[in-house]
């Protein structure tokens, strides 16, 4: 059974700081990383994605992955309380044809 | 404008009873899915098509059918529906297969099954 975990929080982050979001996965088959962010009532939003280890930066947001350790991360730099919201891992896998997300972790910004 | 859009928004219906929910794109993607969400366990992948008549189960497929017979649609069937079939339902397409960044997202169908 392929798994995605994440914290399902929630975390509490002062405006201004840095979150810090974790998701580790149990498939060494999986190729692709992605973040979400969602709205409460809303759909999911793209706002990551990853392919190979190491940092990938786009403007505050940096997706991190390491594969040995089966675990992709996200950091939101000077978070505003618009990045109030849940945060959706997912892994792809089987040529990018099937997906699985993780259960979300809710991120609260505090003025 | 580019959009998937499902109908309908939202549906409240009794067990046992067809039901079908539709979606379209205006895309040409190649690649549609079909998800569920409920609290406290993300979305799970019920179904996916990689072409017209091509399509393949995700993880939770039981109880529900679907079917793709032009590119732009891919209703999602429940034949029989029972109350813990009661969701959330997003539409996705992209497209292909290997690019699932850019998998965009219908607006959600909020399903009750009393």
């Known amino acids: 059974q392929k798994e995605v975990e994440q914290n399902s929080g929630p975390l509490s982050v002062p405006e201004g700081a840095i979150a810090s979001l974790n998701c580790t996965y149990s498939?060494?088959?999986?190729?692709?990383f992605f973040w979400y962010r969602q709205y409460s009532g809303k759909s999911p939003e793209l706002i990551m994605f990853?392919?190979?280890?190491g940092d990938k930066e786009d403007g505050r947001f940096t997706a991190q992955l390491n594969k040995a350790s089966q675990y992709v991360s996200l950091l939101i730099r000077d978070s505003q309380p618009s990045d109030s919201a849940t945060y959706l891992c997912a892994v792809g896998y089987g040529s990018a044809s099937k997906i699985i997300f993780g259960s979300g972790t809710r991120l609260s910004i505090r003025p | 404008e580019a959009q998937v859009t499902q109908n309908p928004r939202y549906l409240i219906t009794v067990t046992g009873k067809k039901l079908t929910v539709t979606c379209s794109q205006n895309?040409?993607?190649?690649?549609m899915s079909w998800y569920r969400q409920d609290p406290g366990l993300g979305l799970r992948q019920i179904y996916y098509s990689m072409n017209v008549e091509v399509t393949d189960k995700g993880d939770v497929p039981e109880g529900y059918k679907v079917s793709r017979k032009e590119k732009r649609n891919f209703p999602l069937i429940l034949e029989s529906p029972s109350p813990n079939q009661t969701s959330l339902y997003f539409c996705a397409s992209s497209p292909d297969r290997g690019r699932l960044e850019t998998q965009y997202f219908g607006p959600g169908t909020r399903l009750l099954v009393l």
């Open positions: 895309m040409n993607h190649e690649y």
């Open positions: 990853i392919y190979s280890n």
């Open positions: 498939d060494r088959g999986s190729q692709s």
